[in-house]
């Protein structure tokens, strides 16, 4: 098996024609066959037998599923290698790799014909979801036609060639993927950072004070045990306004120099704003729907409605509006230091503070905008 290409080898092809030739025009139908997957019912469900793959497989590797027990013909069963197509609610592809199962209805598994090769084929499809999806029907729940897919135009060239540029394209996912890793271990390192220091704060010399020889006895509080030197008060007391977002229908999709960001509770993950994800309005809709949560440096956002309980100090001094399941919290700087606010709300104490005081369930949960949560200082 030829070694796999390196981040830095991903900038040039393994695997290029001497001489490249025409690309040809052609239909994601002629491509490929694209196999629906098999209609269960919930009588079908079972405690063993071959896992079923639903859409809540490909988006989370971790998500429960049910088995089947039984035997369906050869053309429900997905192997690894497969390629899988959710073609409803949620559009993706996936390269399979979690052994033997059988594909549920709502996913196609999508067989290259002669002449196109299937990793080629996967990025050809993640290029064009865009504009699949552009095509697709429904409105709670988005999903797209075979009559639309088979014969959406694109263009592919020889084998050979497809070959080569997949070979790059699965470099470069390769250094992603490595590089999300590397994220998601830094933030784990920095949520265990912020727990001590939230939990334990540090002593004179600067270090973090050790629970099993405390120089100062440690307390219980709402949010856990803690210094007992900390002062145990409401946000209230030290923050001079909190508000949410606006409750106006908003019109967003305007883009240019003189958009404004507009937020939803997705752009606020791990700390930090997402500007990237957030929609654009104009101007004049930006005037009428922030007055009285004007944004400024130091002010905390925090999610209250849906994913909530993930706060983000705004440090940048530029105007943005955001949805009213955001809350907005302006603090008191004689009284709290607005990044350690910030810090404290997103940390796992209150995260956990925050799933005891919510309101519904799981998936509809929401935080009151009145003081939510003691801040220790």
Not at 72 to 83: H, K, T
Request: aromatic letters at 8%; one cysteine or more; glycine letters at 8%.
């Amino acid at each position: 098996m030829p070694a796999k290409a390196t981040a830095s080898e991903a900038l040039l092809p393994t695997e290029v024609p001497a001489e490249s030739g025409a690309w040809t025009e052609t239909t994601l139908g002629h491509l490929a066959d694209y196999i629906n997957g098999f209609t269960f019912k919930p009588t079908d469900w079972h405690e063993h037998g071959l896992p079923i793959v639903r859409i809540a497989q490909l988006t989370d590797p971790d998500a429960p599923c049910d088995h089947y027990s039984g035997r369906l013909p050869e053309q429900y069963l997905i192997r690894d290698g497969d390629l899988i197509f959710s073609w409803s609610a949620t559009l993706m592809t996936l390269i399979w790799d979690r052994g033997p199962a059988y594909l549920n209805q709502h996913l196609f598994r999508v067989v290259p014909r002669p002449g196109t090769n299937l990793k080629f084929l996967h990025h050809l499809l993640d290029f064009q979801m865009d504009a699949l999806a552009s095509q697709a029907h429904g409105t709670t729940m988005r999903h797209i036609k075979r009559s639309d897919l088979l014969p959406f135009a694109v263009a592919v060239p020889a084998e050979t060639e497809q070959r080569g540029i997949a070979s790059v394209l699965d470099a470069a996912d390769d250094a992603i993927q490595t590089t999300e890793q590397v994220l998601s271990k830094l933030d784990r390192l920095k949520q265990g950072l912020l727990h001590d220091f939230l939990t334990r704060g540090i002593d004179g010399d600067g270090a973090l004070r050790d629970p099993g020889r405390p120089r100062k006895p440690l307390a219980t509080s709402d949010v856990g045990v803690l210094p007992a030197a900390w002062p145990e008060t409401q946000l209230a007391s030290v923050v001079q306004q909190l508000t949410d977002g606006t409750h106006q229908a908003v019109r967003t999709g305007f883009s240019g120099d003189s958009a404004v960001p507009f937020l939803y509770v997705s752009c606020i993950r791990h700390g930090e704003i997402l500007w990237d994800n957030a929609a654009g309005i104009d101007p004049h809709t930006y005037a009428a729907i922030s007055k009285g949560r004007e944004p400024r440096p130091g002010m905390t956002l925090y999610t209250a409605v849906g994913s909530y309980g993930h706060a983000a100090l705004v440090d940048l001094d530029r105007p943005f509006a955001f949805q009213r399941h955001i809350a907005c919290i302006y603090p008191d700087e004689t009284a709290v230091d607005p990044a350690f606010l910030a810090y404290w709300l997103d940390s796992q104490p209150i995260k956990r503070h925050a799933d005891r005081v919510a309101l519904g369930n799981a998936c509809q949960g929401r935080l009151k905008t009145d003081p939510f949560a003691p801040v220790e200082s």
